[in-house]
């Protein structure tokens, strides 16, 4: 039905596990401590290319969830990075 929510399955590339992200929620947890983007992929160890691009298609790997929720205190990782909803 038109209202009925999809649930994201985790998909799997090169060996790691990755997932959907609330794109809204993440650029709010940078906005929130006065960071760029391009600090955030600087700090996540990415160009600011290709984290535009991962922000666009909503998937970061593991690891570069990790170190985002460490970045930026993220206290409900769940709520940003496993998104019942993605946005």
Known sequence: TKNS?????????QGEVRYMIDRNKLRAAWVSKGFTQERVAK??????????LKMKRGVFGSDEIEKMIDLLDISDPVNVFFAKQVT
């Not at 649930?7 to 590339?13: A, F, I, N």
Request: hydrophobic residues 25%; aromatic residues 10%.
């Open 5 to 13: 929510i999809k649930y994201k399955e985790p998909r799997k590339l």
């Open 43 to 52: 700090e996540v160890g990415v160009s600011n290319k290709t984290f535009s």
